[in-house]
């Protein structure tokens, strides 16, 4: 397998456009007061500039054949750590930083292909962070984002606003990247909320329950509701108590009356 093939496989685009790099660096802002944890550290090209700045940098990196790249300069400040990142134990990570337990940033260029396990890793462990910026495909940073209305609007728009702040700060050819991926890539940036907009007690039921609903977006809601096994009627006097329109698809609902739905049904079994 060429080093090429080897990126290729491994899902790593290098962002390689210095400006780009800058703004992204400007919207991090490292300060001293931060410990940074870095997903893909790659050949460095972040890594260096956050060490110079923060307090203390994790480089986490999969790919052995780049280690060396993050060894050539020698920072007190910096960790390297090989391994796959669906792998850390963040929480076992943090044991030993507690100095910086209000100022811990998770930042990155997610590899598209993991974008998704990757954010749902954050949204399980996200009491350990105050921020996240990344690098992620267009579309996941558009989705993150989506309101009511709009076709990006998804579980994954109800899911992370209930616990974070979300910014789409800039979108980013695929030119500036190496080799260019085939698509356009947005910077996101997930300020956690010091407490969430709404409480779940069960929020992998509260995320099926969303995966239900949203699963054909084409059908109106209640038939989506029906084939979570909730009978008609039912959704029928949920739809009438909290105002939904029985032709009402999932996209047209506020994230709040998701939560409302979902409260009334579980405290109807």
Do not use: W
């Amino acid at each position: 397998m060429t080093k090429k093939t080897k990126r290729k496989a491994l899902g790593q685009h290098f962002l390689k456009n210095k400006t780009v790099l800058n703004k992204i660096l400007r919207r991090i802002s490292p300060q001293k007061k931060d410990l940074i944890i870095e997903i893909g550290a790659g050949r460095g090209v972040m890594t260096f500039p956050l060490a110079e700045k923060a307090g203390k940098v994790i480089a986490i990196e999969k790919d052995p054949a780049l280690i060396p790249y993050l060894q050539r300069r020698d920072f007190p400040n910096l960790t390297i750590l090989e391994k796959d990142i669906m792998k850390v134990e963040f929480r076992e990570l943090l044991k030993h930083t507690k100095n910086f337990k209000e100022n811990v940033k998770l930042v990155g260029n997610l590899p598209y292909s993991l974008s998704s396990p990757l954010l749902f890793k954050l949204l399980e462990e996200r009491e350990l962070f105050s921020e996240c910026i990344f690098l992620l495909q267009k579309e996941v940073a558009q989705r993150l984002c989506g309101q009511p209305g709009s076709k990006i609007y998804a579980p994954l728009s109800i899911l992370f606003q209930i616990h974070f702040l979300i910014e789409l700060h800039f979108i980013i050819p695929p030119e500036c990247f190496s080799p260019p991926p085939k698509v356009d890539s947005g910077l996101v940036s997930l300020k956690r909320r010091g407490r969430p907009l709404y409480s779940l007690e069960n929020e992998e039921l509260f995320r099926n329950f969303l995966k239900g609903a949203f699963k054909h977006r084409r059908k109106i809601l209640r038939k989506n509701l029906e084939k979570l096994d909730i009978p008609l009627p039912v959704v029928d006097r949920a739809c009438l108590k909290f105002g939904i329109a029985r032709n009402s698809r999932p996209e047209q609902l506020p994230i709040s009356r998701f939560v409302d739905l979902f409260h009334y049904f579980s405290s109807s079994e």
